[in-house]
């Protein structure tokens, strides 16, 4: 069966076309969703269950990955309001996955567009897509990792900027800062997520989030905590049968039949 999935996420001025796409590789139904982080969360879910689904891609329009939170509908929002709905609180769902998901980046990736990108594993950008956090052209400021993730993985001095001017960069910059792992010409941009998320897709599943949470440790805390979860972990593979059989098929000089367990 096919092993990865995608979910189409177009957030500029038209909030109600998210939720599961198909192609003729990926399976599944259609969800159309009202709220955006309903149609992801929910769709998250299903796939977190579907054990024939390795990693998914999360993509947008050519126009725009995402433009952000509907500033429209924000107008009126107060301040208890925000703090007593826990205002933007459900998107934790994206970054809490435990299969790998990849943000497939066209067009603009802005506000909480940027940041959704930064809450999956691994962006992968076309050659026309355009990072940003503009919140404080809105007088406000990045609330669902702007000031975090981007800072991380860009630095203190580019984040800073980005955040400080709302000023945009290129996909090609994306790539050179690391905030993108590759760019690819914009129309090649979903085959080439879909590859990467295939080629995933033939490792082990158990061992893949093994290595994701090994991974997004390195973001949570300190180096010495990190390589000691790093070793047990890695110890712990010496617990499964995919790690056996990932090295006597090595030994044996044959393709590995990993069971995931
Ligand atoms: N909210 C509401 N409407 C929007 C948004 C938005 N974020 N972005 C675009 N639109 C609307 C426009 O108002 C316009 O509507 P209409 O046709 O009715 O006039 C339509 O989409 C098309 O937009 P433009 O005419 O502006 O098209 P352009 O190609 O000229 O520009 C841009 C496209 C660059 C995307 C531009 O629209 C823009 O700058 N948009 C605002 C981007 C922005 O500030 N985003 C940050 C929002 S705040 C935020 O995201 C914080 C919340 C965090 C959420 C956490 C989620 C993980």
Redesign the pocket.
Known sequence: GSNWEFIKTD???EKKNVGRDHTESSQGTECPLQRPHEGISTALQQFSKDKSIAAIVLTGSEK?FA??????EMVGNTYSQCIQGNF?ND?VEVARTQKPIIAAVNG?A????C??AMMCDIIYAGDKAKFGQ??I??GTI???GGTQRLTRVVGKSKAMEMCLTGNMISAQEAEKLGLASKVVPADQLLAEAIKLAEKIGTHSSLIVQLCKESVNTAYETTLQEGLKFERRTFHATFSTADRKEGMTAFAEKRPANFTNE
């Not at 433009?67 to 429209?72: F, S």
């Not at 802005?110 to 567009?113: K, M, S, V």
């Open positions: 957030v500029t001025g725009a433009a952000g939170a509907d500033i429209k933007l998107w603009y802005l506000g909480g567009g940041e959704l503009p919140e052209a809105l990045p609330g669902a």
